[in-house]
């Protein structure tokens, strides 16, 4: 009777070390096609991938200097041609005037390019914003 237990186990254990399923352990091929997925999305909606901060203050010309950082927090695409919309209002929140400016650089993943600009904005100008409205790749 042992034998027989001993010889189901042996079988057993054989049958188990000859799995034949066929796994595909090749994984550059699923990493590349990601890859591919996400080039694709951040080249759709650069918008979400850049982000825009800044700072302005006035100069002795009485125009107001905009400094500011592009940030490219994309991890595959590069963006050139960066558009903003700048918005200047008053002390109030009134909507003075709207401008846009092009960044003309290369910004690479991970990558902030610093811009300066200068505006003879309406008399009573407080504070501006700046908005990224798109970006080529």
Known sequence: MRKIF??????????????????D?????????TKETLAEKEQKNPVSFLQVSGTDKKNLLGQTVVKGTVTNNAK??????VELLL????????????DH??????IAPGVSKNFKS????????????MK?????F
């Not at 595959?76 to 041609?81: E, F, Q």
């Open 6 to 23: 001993f010889f189901i186990a042996i079988v057993i254990a054989i049958a188990a070390c000859n799995d034949k399923r066929d796994y």
């Open 118 to 129: 200068k505006f003879f904005t309406p008399k009573g100008t407080d504070s501006v914003a």
């Open 25 to 33: 352990v090749n994984t550059d091929k699923g990493y590349e096609k």
């Open 76 to 81: 595959i695409v590069t963006y050139k041609d």
């Open 87 to 98: 918005t200047f209002y008053s002390k109030t929140g009134a909507l003075l005037e709207e």
């Open 132 to 136: 990224i409205l798109s970006a080529k």
């Open 101 to 106: 400016e092009t960044v003309y650089e290369k």
